[in-house]
């Protein structure tokens, strides 16, 4: 599975960006995905996940009834819905995919490349 992240942009806090993330391959609905981001000096951490079909999801705490996660098998796309955003969501974000439910970024083999969201405040 390719994966390719879009959708970074540079907003002021309490903002609204849709992240899309477009992936190749026959398999992708039969993935789980899961979104990442990385901010300036820190290390990688789980936003959200979704299951195959997603029916199910779930969240980070630090983005929980900000952020939606969904996807759309036809089109081969994931989504990420953010709300309210804060400066402290600034980051590079990632998309990426395993068959494994976690959120252990060691457990996905397939990323993409990254989009960057800044958030002013």
């Known amino acids: 599975v390719q994966l390719q992240a879009s959708g970074g942009a540079l907003l002021q806090a309490g903002g609204s960006l849709r992240l899309s993330c477009a992936a190749s391959?026959?398999?992708?609905?039969?993935?789980?995905m899961g979104w990442f981001r990385q901010a300036p000096g820190k290390e990688r951490e789980f936003v959200a996940r979704?299951?195959?079909?997603?029916?199910?999801?779930y969240y980070a705490d630090s983005v929980k009834g900000r952020f939606t996660i969904s996807r759309d098998n036809a089109k081969n796309t994931v989504y990420l819905q953010m709300n309210s955003l804060k400066p402290e969501d600034t980051a590079v974000y990632y998309c990426a995919a395993s068959n494994v439910p976690t959120t252990n970024a060691g457990a996905y083999p397939y990323w993409g490349q990254g989009t960057l969201v800044t958030v002013s405040s």
């Open positions: 391959g026959r398999s992708f609905s039969s993935y789980g």
């Open positions: 979704i299951n195959w079909s997603g029916g199910s999801t």
